[in-house]
């Protein structure tokens, strides 16, 4: 009860100090480094998008969401990325599906690979939830800093982390969507070139 709300209500302070940081940390690597890109390093994709998928149908577990995970990532590839970042960005819109989701709601992850015919060679991961949705009017403003949908029923609602997570994935050079319905729920879509 109570010490569990008080608990949360820490974490979520710090997490929002964390973001803070984070979000400058990214600005800063932006601005003042062109190469930060091509010093990252190539590393495999299933490995660490696995272990995402486990830890969070196990916090799934833990509030009673229905979380599955379906990685299907070939073993060998690899695309050079800042695995603590992309990890915050992974958790980040995992933990926004987990608020604006009520229980027994579904929350699942997927990762494919696609190849097309212009030869490109694309990983595809989803993060979708069947929970309230975002309104049309706030789509649009969803990755900006701070920015509360109107859907938003508590004071940490999709602010600063949206705005993190695309910072990410565009510093990474990838490209993040999000597709909503209300009532429906939400899908966000990270496209990585391999």
């Not at 050079?80 to 699942?108: G, H, V």
């Amino acid at each position: 009860g109570e010490e569990m709300k008080k608990t949360l209500e820490i974490i979520t302070t710090k997490t929002n100090q964390l973001e803070t940081m984070i979000d400058t940390l990214i600005n800063f690597v932006k601005l003042n480094n062109d190469d930060w890109r091509s010093q990252l390093k190539t590393q495999p994709l299933a490995p660490f998008l696995k272990e995402f998928g486990e830890t969070s149908v196990a916090t799934g577990g833990v509030f009673n969401r229905e979380v599955s995970a379906d990685i299907q990532i070939a073993e060998d590839t690899q695309v050079p990325y800042d695995k603590q970042l992309f990890q915050r960005a992974l958790e980040n819109i995992f933990s926004n599906a987990l608020r604006y989701t009520k229980e027994k709601d579904r929350i699942a992850i997927t990762a494919r690979e696609e190849h097309y015919s212009s030869g490109a060679h694309c990983a595809i991961i989803k993060i979708a939830d069947s929970g309230a949705g975002i309104d049309t009017k706030d789509k649009k403003h969803i990755f900006e800093l701070f920015y509360r949908g109107t859907n938003s029923r508590r004071e940490s609602g999709m602010g600063i982390g949206l705005s993190v997570v695309k910072n990410i994935i565009d510093t990474h050079g990838w490209q993040i969507d999000v597709a909503s319905q209300k009532g429906v729920g939400t899908t966000f879509t990270i496209t990585i070139p391999v």
